[in-house]
């Protein structure tokens, strides 16, 4: 019996860590295709959006098998009821790449984008989804306090990717100011990815503290 239990705690790593994967990968792909114009790219997402869905609901049948019949306590507990939150915003997190993904089929970006700080916006937030998650698996908490900085960071930058897009719109007019808005929207949807990850950042803290924060 215990035997089971480690490894339905080892599998609950695992899955998280390909959950996680994933999640990086829409994001990615997101941005690419945007960035690139690559349908492809962008079609992709959807699939992998899916996936990320299916992953949930296996991880969520796994955590409910470990609570009904290994009734975990204490740090054990903690890990697999921190383990049903994480997954929410990860769920969320593959809804907002598959979001940008299906803004930027419709509208060639390329003029624009490289004009503000979304590729780098995409990067930090695609880090805070790693370590995150990196730091559910290795248990590692300096690694979470980290990604609870790394928030402010995407959010300044978004703030900057607001900024300039007003500055633009401002000598802009017709076509041209809808294309900005779209990547007004899609910024924001990476600020929201940013704070995902950093839910999943404060459930480590919760998981290793016993404190939420």
């Avoid at 480690?6 to 999640?23: D, E, F, H, R, V």
């Avoid at 990968?25 to 295709?33: E, F, R």
């Avoid at 503000?116 to 990067?123: C, D, G, K, L």
Wanted: charged share 30%.
């Amino acid at each position: 019996m215990r035997e089971l239990y480690t490894q339905q705690l080892a599998a609950l790593k695992t899955k998280l860590i390909q959950m996680g994967a994933m999640c990086e990968d829409a994001i990615s792909c997101s941005i690419k295709g945007m960035l690139q114009g690559d349908t492809e790219l962008l079609n992709k997402v959807e699939n992998t959006e899916l996936d990320i869905n299916q992953m949930e609901r296996e991880i969520e049948r796994l955590c409910m098998k470990l609570l009904l019949m290994q009734q975990p306590v204490a740090s054990d507990l903690r890990s697999v009821s921190s383990a049903l939150k994480i997954i929410s915003d990860l769920e969320r997190i593959g809804d907002q790449a598959y979001d940008i993904a299906e803004i930027s089929k419709h509208l060639k970006f390329s003029e624009f984008s490289s004009k503000v700080h979304i590729q780098e916006m995409a990067t930090a937030a695609i880090r805070m989804v790693t370590d995150s998650v990196e730091a559910f698996v290795q248990r590692d908490l300096t690694l979470a306090q980290r990604v609870l900085k790394e928030d402010d960071t995407v959010d300044a930058l978004f703030n900057k990717v607001r900024a300039d897009l007003v500055k633009m719109i401002q000598h802009e007019n017709g076509e041209d100011v809808e294309m900005m808005l779209d990547l007004l929207m899609i910024a924001k949807y990476l600020e929201r990815i940013g704070d995902h990850a950093e839910n999943v950042a404060e459930w480590v803290v919760y998981l290793l503290t016993g404190k939420h924060v």
